[in-house]
């Protein structure tokens, strides 16, 4: 899957497009190769990267050390790095799709 890369290491990687400003967050499906996911905060001072963080690390049941911002800190379409990886999660994480 082109939106969801396991690494050596035991991580995920994931390609996500960020919808700031929403109602509230959440997952809406398949945006080409990555994931749309709408989220409640504004795009300003970091607060929609740390509610990405938060939210991603409540949906995935790890503490929010475990989830990064790798790419894209300042632009819809994310890179987000999530480790440790569980077979539960990378269950959970393909049902969304």
Same mark, same amino acid.
């Given at each position: 899957?082109?939106?969801? =890369?396991?690494? @050596? =290491?035991?991580?995920? %990687?994931? @390609?996500?497009?960020?919808?700031?400003?929403?109602?509230?967050?959440?997952? +809406?499906?398949?945006?080409? =190769?990555?994931?749309k996911?709408? %989220? &409640? #905060?504004?795009? *300003? =001072?970091?607060?929609?990267?740390?509610?990405?963080? #938060?939210?991603?690390?409540?949906? +995935?049941?790890?503490?929010?050390?475990?989830?990064? *911002?790798?790419?894209? &800190?300042?632009?819809?379409?994310?890179? *987000?790095?999530?480790c440790? #990886?569980?077979?539960?999660?990378? *269950?959970? %994480?393909?049902?969304l799709?």
């Open positions: 899957m082109g939106w969801l =890369d396991e690494t @050596s =290491d035991g991580a995920v %990687l994931l @390609s996500l497009r960020v919808q700031p400003n929403a109602r509230r967050t959440e997952f +809406c499906g398949a945006y080409g =190769d990555a994931i996911l709408r %989220l &409640a #905060a504004p795009p *300003v =001072d970091g607060k929609a990267n740390a509610a990405l963080v #938060a939210f991603l690390a409540e949906f +995935c049941g790890l503490p929010q050390r475990s989830v990064t *911002v790798v790419g894209g &800190a300042s632009s819809r379409s994310k890179r *987000v790095r999530l440790p #990886a569980s077979p539960a999660l990378l *269950v959970r %994480l393909r049902a799709r």
